[in-house]
């Protein structure tokens, strides 16, 4: 089993900028993609960015525009999404997954963390 610890959520002002971590502990040898996704009050979960753990390929929601981007730390079995030019309908609650592929579909993802809230305020 894989658990995932997200961190660094917070309440922010539009245009600020905002760095989420996700610590990843036990089979972590079993790394293979990790996603963000998150979910608004009264919406679905929606897919934000997922990276392979080795090499690195990453892929984004059309929505993020170049304003997100996502890193990781094999040292500290970590991964960042790093939020900028943040914006009032960015508000969600912001999870971290790990699964088998690198793709946008939340079910193709077999561990979930807890989330973190991040609240933008116009």
């Known amino acids: 089993q894989v658990q995932l610890v997200e961190s660094g959520g917070g309440l922010v002002q539009a245009g600020d900028s905002l760095r989420l971590s996700c610590a990843a502990s036990?089979?972590?040898?079993?790394?293979?993609?990790m996603g963000w996704f998150r979910q608004a009050p009264g919406k679905e979960r929606e897919f934000v960015g997922a990276i392979r753990w080795s090499g690195g390929n990453t892929m984004y929601a059309d929505f993020v525009k170049g304003r997100f981007t996502i890193s990781r730390d094999y040292a500290k079995n970590t991964v960042y999404l790093q939020m900028a030019s943040l914006k009032p309908e960015d508000t969600a609650v912001y999870y971290c997954?790990?699964?088998?592929?690198?793709?946008?579909?939340?079910?193709?993802?077999?561990?979930w963390g807890q989330g973190t809230q991040v609240t933008v305020s116009s």
């Open positions: 997954a790990s699964g088998p592929s690198v793709v946008s579909i939340s079910r193709e993802y077999n561990y």
């Open positions: 036990g089979r972590t040898f079993s790394l293979y993609a």
